[in-house]
């Protein structure tokens, strides 16, 4: 059995620490020892203590002026979208068709396709992300090149085919029936296959007719263990167009809820513009919502109301929506969620904002018992921070008195270069 020994600070949550920051759902070692045996969490406590009974023959990677923290959870992001993050002044349905879609096209070309999902998933372990929920787009061949770069580098990685027949450029569309099809068989071949899920993917209601939608929501529930993955409730003029599309629908949720889409393992991107009715429904159900802060305010889509989703009991992680977002970095998105936060009057306290890119992400895509967190017998994908790579985050730190008051800034200033390496079931995927 190969055991080694991580000796570094250590920083994860227990449970959700909510807004008022409750310092039992989290725990911090500041010199501290993270043991891994054959892939996963073998146990975790401080140097000291742990050092003495350790056998001989342990690796210890010495870490000392790191700070260890669980690998990141992206809950919504579109890897064909790579290329045109940061492109300008649009909002949603614009954006769609100015951007999104012509970038879309190139991808019925598998080298095309696996070129971008390569350079992605290498992007997202460069940032310390781990897991992710992946659109892909309508092109089966799509979800082939995500899969096919997340299984050499051993991520945990669910994605789909987009499913859209309607009411977007003809060549990407595809019908009922065949999005049916090709999202079955994407299933048998990829679905559990090592550390990797299948999400059946309609883009949204605008872009499904009302047969894919019941097809989807068959598909959903012959495979209950697979996930689905779609935008809810993103853009005021989205919601309009919804509600002329769908003119028996009591609001959007409600779309997906009469095809039977709104279950365990649904995860809805934005949930900006729900009310109370919708919120009740997505708790009683299961459902969870990617709160998307650079997307939101990239687009002008609207500011994501945390505090209801909290108090109506639905899980809730974090997603950089990239190319719509603007980082598939973790602290920039969690910097833009605090900022989203503060201009509504909630607060986003350093270990809820770590919750929701750990082990809330985790909890919110049914992975909790997997990762999230340093629990014993979960998989060691965690990240390497160094907060000196960066001169105005290493004067800042070096002026913290406690670890909430440095992750915290940490969050406001850090980016990639606060990374410095991420492991994947404890062995190193990226380094500087
Ligand atoms: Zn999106």
């Known amino acids: 059995m190969a055991t080694t020994a991580f000796r570094a600070s250590i920083f994860h949550c227990l449970a959700d620490p909510g807004p008022s920051s409750n310092d039992a759902a989290v725990q911090y070692l500041d010199d501290g020892l993270l043991v891994v045996q054959d892939g996963c969490i073998e146990g975790m406590g401080n140097a000291v203590d742990l050092l003495p009974g350790l056998s001989k023959n342990i690796d210890i990677v010495d870490l000392r002026d790191k700070l260890i923290v669980p690998g990141f959870v992206d809950c919504h992001v579109h890897y064909p979208q790579t290329d045109i993050i940061a492109s300008y002044g649009e909002q949603l349905l614009d954006w769609l068709n100015k951007y999104a879609y012509p970038a879309e096209q190139q991808f019925s070309d598998p080298v095309h396709a696996s070129a971008v999902a390569e350079f992605f998933a290498d992007e997202l372990l460069r940032n310390g992300t781990t897991t992710a929920l992946v659109f892909a787009t309508v092109h089966p061949q799509s979800v082939d090149a995500i899969f096919e770069s997340a299984k050499k580098r051993n991520m945990r990685l669910i994605a789909g085919k987009v499913l859209m027949d309607r009411n977007c450029p003809e060549i990407l569309r595809d019908t009922a029936e065949s999005g049916y099809d090709d999202s079955l068989a994407l299933i048998e071949k990829w679905h559990g296959s090592g550390r990797l899920s299948y999400a059946i993917t309609p883009r949204f209601a605008v872009t499904s007719s009302e047969e894919q939608l019941a097809a989807a929501g068959r598909l959903a529930a012959e495979y209950p263990d697979v996930y ?205």
């Open 228 to 432: 689905v993955h779609t935008h809810l409730s993103e853009n005021r003029q989205e919601v309009e167009l919804i509600a002329r599309q769908f003119p028996w629908s009591r609001s959007y949720l409600d779309v997906y809820d009469r095809f039977n889409l709104v279950r365990e393992r649904s995860m809805f991107a934005h949930c900006l513009h729900l009310d109370d009715q919708d919120r009740g429904i997505m708790a009683k159900q299961g459902a969870a919502i990617a709160f998307c802060p650079t997307s939101n305010l990239f687009l002008g889509s609207g500011l994501f109301d945390l505090q209801a989703a909290h108090d109506a009991g639905i899980k809730t992680g974090i997603g950089s929506d990239v190319g719509g977002g603007t980082s598939l970095n973790q602290f920039r998105t969690l910097s833009e969620a605090y900022k989203v936060l503060h201009l509504q009057g909630q607060s986003l306290p350093a270990y809820a904002a770590f919750y929701l890119a750990t082990l809330g992400g985790a909890a919110a895509l049914h992975l909790d018992d997997r990762v999230g967190n340093f629990e014993r017998g979960k998989e060691a994908d965690f990240v390497v921070l160094d907060s000196s790579a960066a001169s105005i985050t290493r004067r800042r730190l070096s002026m913290t008195t406690d670890i909430a008051e440095k992750l915290f800034a940490l969050i406001m200033l850090g980016d990639d270069r606060a990374v410095s390496a991420t492991y994947l079931q404890g062995k190193q995927a990226y380094s500087v």
